[in-house]
């Protein structure tokens, strides 16, 4: 082995030091080569990945650009409601307004006709388990309320409503119309057909009304969603314990107040406050509820107050008197102990140095409540 490797030196020693250019010269060629290599492969990968996007668009305008130089078409209508929106886009606020309005006009029966125009299209949106229901009207009448009612900062409600409706008298003009065009009156078949698929879509948005009048009702009545709804034929409760009832958060904040007026005070001044106790916890429960949020359903709150044998014990109710699942209505209560402050009570209690003193003094009034308890079906009694 040592051998060989003596006669493979002997051969290119001779060489070493006059050759180093060339060999130099070598090593550049082949990195150059290899990086012409890679440049070629990262421009062949871009040219699949161009070509590819290239026959995707090329797809997307092949079904809105017109087949065989047939301009009177549906693909003619969308393509110029496609041009109108991009002109709209360099254009001023009143301008684009009306470019805008008329590309509507052209898309909407652009897509109405396509529908039709296209077999797949067309067999796409048929439903053979619904007895061959073509859907087709329904979209055209998802547009057209989109575009009479909608704007681009709203959708107001009215649009879903009457969608069913304009849908409904789309499906059905065709069997008002014969060859010419010219106005027909509908086949003795076809009457019954018109007259239920006028009901049905009539029912349809009725129930979408009724969704948007229920959830107007709970934005005005919240308390709503507490009651009981296992019995009615229109409402489902989908998720449990989303929102506490107004009433218990009526009496939480009458709590506070009543502590507020009380807490402090005197013995006798306590016992003077408690003689018209009833009117006096109703005016707390009109002051919490004028602080709170203004909703319908407020008129419909009342707080009462009633005083329990013992020194001191009451009771406050918050009471609904609107409508509700029950025809007597319920309410809340909480009762509250109302004593006096004994020596026990501020033992050990200190405050840093420089604060104001918030200690309560030996015999004023505490106030202590028990939680909320509730709801108790009907109206409290005892209480005027």
């Known amino acids: 082995m040592a051998d060989i490797l ?46 590819a996007i290239a026959d995707f668009f090329k797809q997307v305008f092949g079904v809105f650009v017109p087949k065989d130089k ?35 006009l052209f898309l909407i029966p652009g897509i109405h006709w396509i529908m039709y125009e296209e077999k797949q299209l067309k067999e796409l949106l048929t439903f053979k388990f619904l007895g061959n229901l073509f859907i087709g009207p329904w979209v055209t009448g998802a547009l057209i309320c989109i575009f009479l009612f909608t704007t681009p900062d709203s959708f107001p409600p009215i649009t879903l409503i009457m969608w069913p409706i304009v849908s409904a008298i789309i499906a059905s003009l065709p069997k008002f119309i014969k060859a010419g065009p010219e106005y027909k009156l509908p086949d003795v078949g076809d009457r019954q057909y018109l007259v239920n ?59 506070y107040n009543l502590k507020s007026n009380l807490e402090g005070q005197s013995w006798s001044q306590v016992e003077l406050w408690l003689l018209n106790f009833n009117e006096r916890v109703q005016a707390l429960g009109n002051s919490v509820l004028d602080q709170m949020p203004q909703l319908a ?13 013992g020194e001191y014990r009451v009771k406050l109710y918050s009471v609904w ?9 319920y309410h809340y209560s909480k009762i ?15 405050l840093p140095f420089g604060l104001p003193s918030v200690i309560p003094a030996v015999g004023s009034a505490k106030v202590q409540c028990e939680p909320v308890q509730g709801p108790f079906r009907g109206q409290p009694d005892g209480v005027s």
Do not use: H
Not at 17 to 44: E, H, K, M, R
Not at 79 to 96: C, H, K, N, P, T
Not at 336 to 350: L, Y
């Open 6 to 51: 003596q006669i493979f030196q002997s051969l290119i020693a001779p060489f070493l030091p006059t050759a180093w250019p060339l060999w130099l010269l070598a090593f550049v060629l082949l990195l150059a080569s290899g990086g012409l290599i890679w440049a070629y492969l990262n421009f062949a990968i871009l040219i699949k990945i161009f070509s």
């Open 70 to 104: 047939k301009w009177d078409s549906a693909r003619t209508l969308i393509l110029l409601a496609a041009l109108s929106w991009l002109f709209s886009l360099f254009a001023g606020r009143i301008v684009q307004n009306i470019i805008s309005f008329m590309g509507w």
């Open 197 to 255: 698929l006028l009901l049905i879509n009539l029912l349809l948005s009725c129930w979408i009304q009724l969704y948007y009048s229920t959830q107007n009702w709970l934005a005005q009545y919240p308390s709503l969603m507490t009651e009981n709804l296992g019995n009615s034929s229109f409402f489902i409760r989908l998720q449990q314990g989303l929102t506490v009832s107004r009433g218990a958060e009526l009496l939480e904040r009458t709590e």
């Open 297 to 309: 359903e407020n008129s419909f709150w009342r707080v009462q107050g009633q005083v329990l044998p």
């Open 321 to 329: 008197q609107g409508p509700s699942a029950d025809a007597q209505g």
């Open 336 to 350: 509250c102990n109302i004593s006096r402050v004994t020596a026990e009570d501020v033992a050990g209690q200190s």
